[in-house]
């Protein structure tokens, strides 16, 4: 049975850094492509980032780029998101997703599975 289980997350203020984890119990997780989504109240889940499990290579949504990196450690089965210059409008819960694609796709729909979320809160 895969799981993927999210932390890291809680309060900081604006302009503080925060590093989620996503921990992956897939046996073959060095072949899935693993993406981060968010989600604010009333609004829909939107990609974040992601990256690729052939290569290495990193995708970000243009709202977090120069802010967020996204890395990972296959021997661990573990993604990171590392949040720094946290804003207001980061706030949202945190989703991690394992996708069997060769690319980083930036739609919900091409993940496979998906964690429960941690909830990230970025006060002014």
């Known amino acids: 049975q895969v799981q993927l289980v999210e932390s890291g997350g809680g309060l900081v203020q604006a302009g503080g850094s925060l590093r989620l984890s996503c921990a992956a119990s897939?046996?073959?997780?060095?072949?899935?492509?693993m993406g981060w989504f968010r989600q604010a109240p009333w609004k829909d889940r939107e990609f974040v980032a992601g990256i690729t499990w052939s290569d290495g290579v990193a995708y970000y949504a243009d709202s977090v780029k120069g802010r967020f990196t996204v890395s990972r450690d296959n021997a661990k089965n573990t993604v990171y998101l590392q949040m720094s210059s946290l804003k207001p409008e980061d706030t949202a819960v945190y989703y991690c997703?394992?996708?069997?694609?060769?690319?980083?796709?930036?739609?919900?729909?091409?993940?496979?599975?998906w964690g429960q979320g941690t909830q990230v809160t970025v006060s002014s």
């Open positions: 997703a394992a996708g069997n694609t060769l690319v980083v796709v930036t739609t919900p729909l091409g993940y496979d599975y």
């Open positions: 897939i046996r073959t997780f060095s072949r899935y492509t």
